[in-house]
Nanobody, 122 residues
C-alpha cells in the first residue's frame, strides 16, 4: 500500500517535495516511480528510482526534479524545483518489478498511491 502526500499550491519558480510512504516488507524489491495526470490528459511518467540505485526522468523535468528513496523508512520522494504552470497535475507514486527498460509504462505498475494535487500558479 502506498500513501502520497506533500502536494499544494505554489507559485511558478517555487519548490515542493512530495513523499510516498509504503507498507510491507518487500519495499526494497520494487522500483518506485512518480507519475502525474493533468486535467484532460492521460497519466504520464515523471521519474523512477530502481532497486539498483538507477534513476530515470522524463525530459520536461530533467534538471528540475529529483527522485530519491529511503529503504530504511520505506519512503520515496520527489523534490520539485523551478516549478512551472505546466507541472500542475495530480501526482501518483507507484511500485513495480518490471524490467528497467519499461519503467515508464504505467500498465506494469502493481501498486499505486491515491494521488496528491500539485498546482503551480503563474
Amino acid at each position: 500500500q502506498l500513501q502520497a502526500s506533500g502536494g499544494g499550491l505554489v507559485q511558478a519558480g517555487g519548490s515542493l517535495t512530495l513523499s510516498c510512504a509504503a507498507s510491507g516488507d518487500t519495499f526494497r524489491s520494487y522500483t518506485m516511480a512518480w507519475f502525474r495526470q493533468a486535467p484532460g490528459k492521460e497519466r504520464e511518467f515523471v521519474a523512477a528510482f530502481g532497486m539498483s540505485g538507477n534513476r530515470k526522468y522524463t525530459d520536461p523535468v530533467k534538471g528540475r526534479f529529483t527522485i530519491s528513496r529511503d529503504n530504511s523508512k520505506k519512503m520515496v520522494y520527489l523534490q520539485m524545483d523551478s516549478l512551472k504552470p505546466e507541472d500542475t497535475a495530480v501526482y501518483y507514486c507507484g511500485a513495480t518489478t518490471v524490467v528497467w527498460g519499461r519503467v515508464a509504462e504505467e500498465n506494469f505498475y502493481r501498486y499505486w498511491g491515491q494521488g496528491t494535487q500539485v498546482t503551480v500558479s503563474s
